[in-house]
Each structure stands twice: as C-alpha cells, then as structure tokens.
C-alpha cells in the first residue's frame, strides 16, 4: 500500500478490517504517520501476511468475515508476542474488549476512531486510571447487549449455540444481534 518512500526502518503495521474504503483511507493515514502499512480484508489473508514477516503493530477488526478479529489477534500473538495489537470495532462489548485483551490485544477501540486514535492506541502501555466511573447503572438494553455478546464468545461465535443456551429464537438472537449496542 506504500504511497511514498519510507524509511528502510520504519515500523511495520498489520491492517485487517474488511471494510475496503475504511482500510484504504486508514491505511495511508498511517503511512503519512510514518508505518509501513500491510493490508488484508480478512483473518485468514492477514495471518498469510504476518506469517511472512511479523508485523511490529497490528490494527484488527473484530468482525471479519471467516474468522473473527479474536482468533487473529490469538495467531498475531503467537507469532510474535511484541506485536502491539489494537482491535478495533464498531460492535464494543465488555466481553469482546476483554476477551481481546486476554488474548494478546495491547488496546481496544470502538469505531469511529481516526489514525491519531489508532497511533496513540499503540502507543499506550497503561491503563487510565482517571476514567471516570459512571454514576448510573447500565440501561437493561445495554446489558442485555453484553450479556449477549459474552454468551456468543462463549460459543465461539455459533449463533445457533448461543440461541439454544440463551433459550431464545435463533432468528430472535440474529435481529437482536443486527442492532448497534445501544451508547450509554
């Protein structure tokens, strides 16, 4: 995806989100901020990649399609455990941003997140202890939403699985998983 020249020493980055006009605009942000910026739309392509030659950062969306973001940052991982992972989505769960984390993620941010998000996101080696506490009990909705997510983690992902073990519709589970998490 290089645009221009970089420098021989210029640390390399992993992009994997299978939204193609995200990723390109994404990717050359970050190659203005000095990356150099390897691209795949999906897990299995990005893994090829890395295998070749361990990325230095990887930036990973957690749905793809085949194999979910999770199972890509585990590979990263293993590959390389200096490799700084954020996982980057537009579906943020406790349980996704946990489960992430546990298993290589240096960082997780929710979409919509520009270049300085993602480079300061990599950057980062701490948590933040100066984010606030929120006064008010999530919304039964956004539980629910959470519940959701972390019973489908625990089923790897099997819609029909997470149905019979929520006791629900699979096609209820499908439409309720079509929403957006509802924003505190």
Wanted: hydrophobic share 45%; with cysteine; net charge negative.
């Amino acid at each position: 995806m290089t645009t221009a020249p970089l420098p021989p020493d210029a640390p390399t980055l992993l992009l994997v989100d299978d939204d193609e006009v995200f990723r390109r605009t994404l990717g050359r942000a970050l190659e203005r901020r000095g990356f150099a910026v390897n691209c795949a739309e999906d897990a299995e392509a990005g893994y090829a990649l890395a295998a070749q030659e361990a990325p230095e950062y990887a930036v990973v969306d957690l749905k793809l399609p085949g194999d979910s973001g999770l199972i890509l940052v585990e590979k990263l991982h293993a590959l390389g455990a200096d490799t700084r992972i954020v996982v980057l989505t537009g579906y943020a769960s406790i349980a996704t941003a946990v489960e992430a984390i546990k298993l290589g993620a240096t960082h997780y941010l929710a979409k919509p997140a520009n270049a300085d998000d993602v480079v300061a996101a990599l950057a980062r080696n701490d948590g933040d202890a100066s984010i606030p506490v929120a006064d008010n009990p999530l919304s039964v909705d956004r539980l629910e939403w959470e519940h959701i997510q972390k019973v489908l983690a625990d089923h790897d992902g099997n819609i029909s699985a997470t149905a019979r073990a929520l006791k629900m519709h699979r096609r209820t589970l499908q439409r309720k998983l079509a929403k957006r998490p509802v924003r505190e």
